[in-house]
């Protein structure tokens, strides 16, 4: 049977202090049951504490778990101790929320999205990035079936994350430039509302870019917004491809190759300048949007050393070799990466 499947989160609650409701959200929802919290060193004692506060107070029985990295160990620890569980909730930033989900697929449960920073799109999406040996893999994980973004938590993360997450939405424009041309070169698959949809995103969080300023709520509901509306593209296209290209293959390729990489959605944003460039299109535009989000635009703002930006474009193609990008199939020369990150700015 020839169909397709878009999975959505059912309800989606963004507002000040609404963590402190997630025992109702979940009583709401008909969740029953003993529940999981998965949180990180940080985000325990900002979210994770809270949300088990609201749920122990509706008489829900709550394990907790803690995790570090986004890898298969981490989605084993997690599913070892979700024998007879209903609900999987992850708190925390991009790594938590792609293991909860991933472990909740995987025991065939339920998973809550709870995010305490506004730094990735993966809030709501149903696909996880999860480490391997070969760099990242994006797998199918599933739809959360709540989220609850509390706009007080994120808006006192450090401003750091939010500008991340910004920058995350902006490299939409070069995914969206390798995904047309895996269509024109290999008849790849291609959703018309899933790439308008990132599209616009990262139009309008460019368009709003002056408005998002550090410690307002109002600016952390935009780019929690935004990140959704991502999210929701990714979800129709069932494939990260409408916001992860070649920029997002140089991120993963940074993260294997840096002593200390950056965030995410940093490592991307600097890696759409340069596909920018190589796509041949107005990367300054994409330079001058990062800057105005206070997001760094090159190796010396993300404490990246320069040899290590340029050994992430060499290898970059090898991420994901499936996933056609303007990489194409053999990478850059290292004189063609060390050329391009010296006249974009990068190094
Ligand atoms: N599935 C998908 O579709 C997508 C997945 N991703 C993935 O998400 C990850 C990136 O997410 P990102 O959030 O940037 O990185 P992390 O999850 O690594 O979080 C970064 C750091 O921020 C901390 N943190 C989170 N919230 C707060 C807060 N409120 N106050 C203080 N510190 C906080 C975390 O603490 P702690 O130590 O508690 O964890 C962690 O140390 C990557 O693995 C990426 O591949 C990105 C986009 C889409
Ligand atoms: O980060 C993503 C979108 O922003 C998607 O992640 P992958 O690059 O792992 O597919
Ligand atoms: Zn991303």
């Known amino acids: 049977m020839n169909y397709k499947k878009i999975q959505m989160p059912r309800e989606v609650h963004i507002g000040s202090d609404v963590i402190n409701e997630t025992g109702k959200i979940c009583q709401d929802l008909k969740i029953d049951g003993n529940l999981l919290v998965v949180t990180g060193k940080n985000t325990l004692k ?6 088990i506060e609201s749920l122990e107070e509706l008489n829900y029985s709550v394990d907790l778990v803690q995790i570090t990295e986004a890898s298969q160990n981490a989605i084993k620890k997690v599913e070892d101790k979700s024998s007879d569980v209903s609900l999987i909730l ?19 449960t339920y998973f809550m999205s709870v995010p305490t920073a506004a730094s990735h799109d993966g809030i709501a999406s149903p696909l996880a990035s999860i480490k391997d040996a070969k760099g990242s893999v994006s797998l199918t994980a599933q ?34 430039k390798d995904w047309q041309l895996a269509q024109r070169l290999q008849n790849e698959g291609y959703s018309e509302s899933a790439a ?10 460019i368009k709003s870019s002056n408005s998002i300023k ?31 290209g070649s920029e997002h293959k140089f991120s993963h390729a940074l993260d294997r190759i840096a002593k200390k990489p950056a965030l995410h959605g940093e490592q991307c944003g600097i890696g759409a300048i340069m596909m920018m460039n190589l796509h041949g299109g107005d990367w300054k535009f ?10 760094p ?20 193609h090898k991420i994901r070799p499936e996933r056609y990008t303007i990489l194409g199939d053999r990478g850059l020369s290292r004189d063609a990466a060390k050329k391009l990150a010296v006249k974009t700015g990068v190094i």
């Open 46 to 51: 900002i979210g994770a504490k809270i949300a």
């Open 90 to 108: 992850g708190v925390g930033g991009g790594k938590i929320i792609d293991v909860a989900k991933m472990a909740a697929k995987n025991k065939d």
């Open 143 to 176: 739809s959360p079936i709540g989220v609850i973004a509390d706009t007080n938590i994120i808006r006192n993360a450090p401003f750091r994350l939010l500008a991340s997450g910004c920058a995350d939405i902006v490299s939409n424009y070069t995914a969206i």
């Open 196 to 205: 308008a949809l990132s599209l616009m995103t990262a139009k309008l969080i």
């Open 214 to 244: 550090e410690g307002l709520e109002e600016s952390a509901r935009l780019v929690v917004k935004s990140l959704f509306s991502s999210g929701m593209a990714i979800s129709i296209a069932g494939s990260s491809r409408p916001a992860s």
């Open 286 to 295: 994409i330079r001058n949007a990062l800057k105005d989000m206070k997001a």
């Open 297 to 316: 635009t090159n190796a010396y703002e993300l404490e990246i050393d320069p040899d290590d930006i340029i050994e992430a474009l060499i290898s970059a």
